[in-house]
């Protein structure tokens, strides 16, 4: 084996360790095996179900190039059967030289070959069967080599050094299969680990049971938009794959959120009963004070009338979605009233209609979480960054975590939980912000509010765009037009609902 071969092997070696994409590397593989040996044709298989998978054809004199980069072969495996050359190859782990398919046949079924010669006009001739083994000994695949061709030009037997050659190419090939599977391997595993934790946050609360899986499906219909257009960004198939893993692990500190917090339907969050109940005891207490003559008429019919419109009022104010400033009145006027119970040793003085803790929780006048109930919810991605970062990840997945726990960051600094601005927040983090948002507004799972119409949630996002410069008005725009976030044109039952659900709110 001269130098000049020698360092041909060397630049393939160095080639095949920069090769990320499986069906480029395997016609690269198969096209340098074939130039160093000098032949027409050539076959690279792989192991696949007790079987050999074609992965790479080429025929040079008849411009044959199927597989890698010129798209899948419509051909069957090769069954694992002695008497196909290539499967007898994997069988005994042996090289196989043969001179003259039409001379030689060795308990060999060359009717393939000989086949495919009557339909073109090809000659098969010589062929050269190299085994590909990885470092624990497993044969992955196979390569087959056509017809060497001489220095006169002439197709001949391949030589001894051929073999050689072809064999320290397999090792090299078989080395970089296996590193190349081994790192899909542990991408698929951490890929099913992130889905696995992305259900699991997701079946924590009926309140966030689509959520992550909705924004990773608006956000692969607006990558693909976008490297369709050519508007916007250009995203790779692994800043594609990256930015979904930050889709999906964004809540991941939910998993340690109270779930007394994240599934507070209601400001009281059942708190509500025990009012209820309070007031119908007081309006007996009222009524024995005034049989006995401690109350007015005047005092008890007002007290009566006031109580039982309570009960409505309790319920209104306990589900609102915003509370007007005469509202948060009622709830303070309500408070000041106050009944004695004189059968009850444990409260000798007069006691409120409202506990502190009520009027406190009645009083949060928007949402149904109090101050310290948002706290503890918003700490989620505090705690998403703490899980985050106790996750190895690659050097060039070290972002996922960033965008994962940046994700309520705005670009006016008032998110949170470190109040960044737009200088330390990057594209994807400001686009996972915007689907973040704009599921929570139309998602249709939410049991304690209908979906919001696009048009309504994007005038949300318009304002917090363009007035509050709270999120990219770039990305939105660009959002808006690739109408990723619209339903698919099958899911007529999505938009049907959501319009019911439209005539409802009016309504009411």
């Known amino acids: 084996m001269n130098d000049i071969i020698i360092n041909r092997l060397l630049g393939v070696g160095i080639a095949l360790s920069n090769i990320k994409d499986e069906g480029q590397l ?16 050539g076959t690279l298989y792989t192991i696949e179900n007790d079987s050999l998978k074609f992965r790479v054809m080429i025929t040079r004199s008849q411009n044959v190039k199927k597989g890698g980069d010129n798209g899948p072969i419509d051909l069957p495996n090769v069954p694992l059967r002695k008497e196909n050359v290539c499967a007898r190859c994997a069988l005994e782990r042996r090289v196989f030289k043969v001179d003259d398919v039409y001379k030689s046949h060795d308990g060999f079924d060359f009717s393939g070959p ?8 090809y000659h098969t001739q010589s062929m050269l069967v190299i085994p590909m083994e990885d470092d624990k000994g497993k044969i992955i695949g196979v390569m087959q080599f056509i017809n060497a061709i001489g220095k006169n030009g002439f197709v001949g037997p391949f030589a001894q050094w051929h073999t050689n050659v072809v064999l320290s190419l397999a090792s090299q090939t078989a080395i970089c299969l296996t590193n190349h599977n081994y790192s899909r391997q542990l991408e698929r595993t951490m890929d099913s680990m992130v889905s696995v934790m992305s259900t699991a946050i997701d079946a924590l609360t009926p309140y966030n049971a689509n959520h992550s899986r909705n924004m990773a499906k608006y956000a692969k219909k607006f990558i693909k938009w976008m490297n369709e257009t050519g508007e916007g960004w250009s995203f790779t198939p692994e800043d594609e794959r990256r ?28 708190r509500e009963v025990a009012i209820h109940n309070r007031f119908k005891y007081i309006a007996k207490i009222d009524e024995v004070d005034y049989l006995k003559k401690r109350i007015s008429a005047e005092e008890y019919k007002s007290r009566k009338a006031q109580l039982e419109a309570g009960h409505q009022i309790i319920d209104t104010i306990n589900k609102a979605g915003f509370l007007k400033d005469d509202m948060l009145k009622i709830i303070r006027d309500y408070a000041k009233n106050t009944y004695w119970d004189e059968e009850d040793e444990d409260f000798l003085d ?24 948002r706290e503890i ?55 996972l912000t915007i689907l973040d948002v704009f599921d929570a507004l139309t998602a249709r799972d939410r049991p304690y509010k209908p ?19 709270k999120i990219d008005p770039i990305i939105l725009d660009l959002f808006k037009k690739s109408r990723a976030g619209e339903p698919d044109d099958d899911d007529e039952a999505a938009r049907e609902a959501a319009r019911e659900a439209e005539k409802d709110r009016l309504i009411c």
């Open 114 to 121: 000989k086949k495919y010669d009557q339909m073109t006009g």
């Open 243 to 270: 930015f979904i893993m930050a889709v999906q692990l964004h809540d991941v500190g939910k998993l340690v959120t109270p779930l007394e917090v994240m599934n507070k339907e209601t400001r009281l969050n059942g």
């Open 451 to 469: 979906p919001m119409p696009l048009e309504k949630a994007f005038a949300i996002l318009d304002d917090m765009a363009n007035k509050e410069g």
């Open 350 to 373: 007069p006691q409120p209609w409202l506990t502190e803790e009520e009027v406190h929780l009645l009083s949060i006048q928007k949402g149904t979480l109090s101050a310290e109930e």
């Open 377 to 431: 919810m918003e700490n989620h991605v505090v705690m998403t960054a703490k899980l985050l970062g106790e996750m190895e990840f690659t050097d060039a997945d070290q972002n996922i975590r960033n965008w994962a726990s940046d994700h309520h960051e705005l670009l006016n600094g008032s998110g949170y939980p470190n109040h960044k601005t737009g200088d330390d927040l990057d594209w994807n983090v400001r686009l």
């Open 26 to 41: 395997y016609q690269i593989i198969l096209e340098s095996a074939m130039d160093i040996i000098a032949c027409d044709g």
